[in-house]
């Protein structure tokens, strides 16, 4: 295989087991846990060029390059992280982790609970994002990186990267959140809580248990990531990509798949239902309901951003309704309010939400820019 496109070439996922017990918000602990990870870049002597990725709701820790001579797809953002890429791993060593509680390698509902024996499923604890930071912190403790130079993250990811900035102000220099929001809508909540009703109302769902049954809630799962991924996309995306054409190009009065758009959702379905674990969605699905980092400072997002130090780098785009501009200027607006620095660009593209994974010229460009932009001395 050929990497001159830029990519990282071929990478290989380490582990990271921490052995001191995480308290998390839910008041449960786990007394020891594990994570995985990818790295891109070297980390320079003076350890100031560390960049920390963040994933959305389905990712994972390969975010680019391949496993192997053989793969036929590299990872999640390898459009924006590689050599002369908007995270250029020719300047920054870049950090790639799947988060506590999911199901690519961490620790997480289908790990085996040291109590049972059995895997957790639905007793491992609900996470939130600040678990998530909690934990991303202590694998930053064990590499030995004094502070990140940005963390970065789209979607759920940028709300990690939120996080971060107001729970550790001294260690990120830059903060970059991409369409994202400070909180969901009831709109998004209502979304999320009818994908979680088509798992949990799944005969094969077992209460959680399906692992014990060699079997998994395939249909609820598929309709999860079905009616997300219409979420994900614009209606012009949709109409340019679908329109209304047929499969068979004639109507066979039935209710068999007929529409091209019905056959792509039928097909995202099916593949993520083979490759996501149901418990870790609903896992993820709450804890972007729950993330709202302005409930306790009496509601006011400035006084939450406030502890922050970070520069910030916030984007969106025009046609995302699940994360609409409207949510980012919300951010752009209290990151003001508190005196913050801060560079914000709402970008004209057709795609929607699923945007930010995209290979968007002027998107990228202003991306890189802003990476470009920071020192790697140990300031901004």
Known sequence: MDFKDG????????????????TLQCRKTLPHYELIFETYGTLNAAKTNAVLVCHALSGHHHAAGYHSAEDKRPGWWDACIGPGKAIDTNRFFVVSLNNLGGCHGSTGPTSINPDTNKPYGPDFPIMTVKDWVNSQHALMLHLGIPHWSAV?????????????????????????????????????????????????SD????????????????????????????????????????????????????FNVEFQVESYLNYQGEVFSKNFDANTYLLMTRALDYFDP??????????ALAQAKARFLVLSFTTDWRFSPERSREIVEALLAARKQVTYADIECPQ?????????????????????????DGGN
């Open 152 to 200: 970065v993250g789209g979607s759920l990811g940028g709300m990690q990267a939120m996080q971060w900035a107001m729970d550790f102000p001294d260690l990120v220099r830059n903060a970059v959140v991409i369409a994202a929001a400070p909180k969901l809508s009831a709109q998004n909540i209502a979304f999320n809580e009818v994908a979680r009703k088509a798992i949990l």
């Open 7 to 22: 990519s990282v070439g071929i990478v290989q996922p380490q582990r990271f087991r921490c052995e001191q017990p995480i």
């Open 352 to 376: 929607g939400h699923d945007s930010f994974l995209l290979d968007v010229p002027r998107y990228i460009n202003l991306f890189k820019a802003y990476m470009n932009s920071i020192q790697l």
């Open 203 to 254: 005969p094969d769902f077992c209460e959680g248990h399906y692992y014990e049954h060699n079997k998994y809630p395939k249909i609820g799962l598929s309709l999860a990531r079905m009616l997300g991924h219409i979420t994900y996309l614009s209606d012009a995306a949709m109409r340019e990509k679908f329109g209304r054409e047929l499969r068979n190009g004639a109507i066979s009065f039935d």
């Open 294 to 303: 302005a409930q306790d400072y009496d509601h006011d997002l400035r006084k």
